[in-house]
């Protein structure tokens, strides 16, 4: 059995503020990433995709409004 806990690599954090609803995101890792009636980007599961696919989302990002925080240092990764 998969411990979850041990591959989540990071804690996301969406800025409300920054995001447009590119939804690059949502189609880069659509089971972490989904738009919500705003337009805005919500998270569904911190570890619905894998590390990489999440970083590349985070990435993808044209406003840079995905916060990527290593879960085991607490340093912010990305942006």
């Known amino acids: 059995m998969e411990d979850k806990n041990k591959s ?3 804690k996301i954090k969406i800025d409300r503020n920054l ?3 590119a939804a690059s995101c ?9 738009l919500d009636s705003e337009n ?3 998270i569904l599961e911190e ?9 590349l ?3 993808s990002c044209p406003t840079k409004a995905i916060i990527l925080e290593n ?3 607490g340093e912010q990764e990305y942006p």
């Open 71 to 73: 879960t085991e240092t």
């Open 19 to 21: 995001c447009i609803g």
């Open 40 to 42: 805005k980007a919500v």
């Open 8 to 10: 989540k690599k990071y």
């Open 57 to 59: 989302a985070a990435e």
């Open 47 to 55: 570890d619905g995709d894998d590390a990489e696919a999440i970083k």
């Open 26 to 34: 949502v189609a880069l890792a659509m089971k972490t990433f989904a």
